[in-house]
């Protein structure tokens, strides 16, 4: 019995020096991501690795969320002054502030940012592609949630829509 408790604790510190390892890892790559948006203000792309760099699962209690959202917001700015077509800066910066929303919990604004993403990939990429489709997927999930009516025709899109699925097989009008 004491060999298993032993055991068992043995293993119970490994994982927990394996998770703080990752933690300490992605907490060295937040600040390496940081470094390079604060000596690059006006790179879009670096401003938004930034900010998913401080809002990474795996820094766990060292999340950062207001710092990720003020990076985000510094992407943003620069997206709507300069996307242009194909260019998923917009897209993927509206996508990052609705997941920094939804990890504050506030809902409302989380919904609002998705369906801006869910556009500003349509527009990027076109109606077909699947990330267009899978951010119609989130915002309908997260409006059925509060407005089931409004959701239910993106889900229908998104099926409609389907670049993954061969052309015989996609759902017709």
């Known amino acids: 019995m004491k060999k298993i408790i032993i055991i ?7 994982v927990s020096a394996m998770a703080q390892s990752q933690a300490d890892e992605a907490l060295k790559e937040m600040e390496k991501k940081v470094k390079v948006a604060d000596g690059k203000q006006t790179d879009g792309r670096a401003q938004l690795d930034a900010a998913l760099a401080c809002i ?13 959202l003020a990076y985000a917001e510094r992407a943003l700015k620069i997206a709507e002054a300069q996307t242009v077509l194909k260019d998923t ?8 502030l609705g997941v920094i929303y939804i990890q504050q919990n506030d809902y409302g604004k989380a919904c609002e940012y998705f ?45 409609y829509n389907n670049s993954t699925a061969p052309e015989d097989k996609r759902l017709t009008n």
């Not at 068992?8 to 490994?14: F, G, P, T």
């Not at 800066?89 to 990052?96: A, P, V």
């Open 56 to 68: 990474n699962d795996e820094l766990g209690d060292k999340k950062d969320l207001q710092r990720g």
């Open 115 to 159: 369906e801006k993403a869910m556009n500003a990939f349509e527009r990027e990429l076109g109606a077909d592609d699947p990330v267009t489709n899978g951010t119609k997927m989130v915002y309908s999930y997260m409006i059925m949630q509060m407005q089931p009516f409004r959701g239910f025709p993106y889900i229908q899109e998104a099926f």
């Open 89 to 96: 800066l917009l897209g993927h910066t509206h996508y990052t």
């Open 8 to 14: 068992l604790a043995a293993v119970v510190c490994s």
